[in-house]
């Protein structure tokens, strides 16, 4: 059974950075295109970065272009997110999943909170 973890959501200031990662288990994910979505309250799962399993390709959502990197280590089947000058509006809980996304892949999530 396919299991993704994200970890390293914490509380923040605006400005400040943080690194999330996504561990895969299971299986390895090195054949997937991997992203991370996030869910701000009172809102529906957005997009936020993708990449691509062969060549490493990236794609951002317009939001985080700029700010965000994502990367990824298949020998340690991990998937980061590096979110640099984080905003307010970043605030949400933040999931890796395929990308496309599988139903069967969702994980809990890792927080994170940009206060002003």
Not at 12 to 38: E, I
Not at 99 to 105: A, F, K, L, Q, T
Request: proline share 4%; with cysteine; net charge positive.
């Amino acid at each position: 059974q396919v299991q993704l973890v994200e970890s390293g959501g914490k509380s923040v200031q605006a400005g400040g950075s943080l690194r999330l990662s996504c561990a895969a288990s299971g299986r390895t994910f090195n054949n997937w295109n991997m992203g991370w979505f996030r869910q701000a309250p009172g809102k529906e799962r957005d997009f936020v970065a993708a990449i691509t399993w062969k060549f490493g390709t990236t794609d951002y959502a317009s939001s985080v272009k700029g700010r965000f990197i994502i990367s990824r280590d298949n020998a340690k089947n991990t998937v980061y997110l590096q979110m640099n000058s984080l905003k307010p509006e970043d605030t949400a809980v933040y999931y890796c999943n395929t990308n496309p996304p599988s139903e069967d892949y969702w994980g809990r999530g890792t927080p994170v909170t940009v206060s002003s």
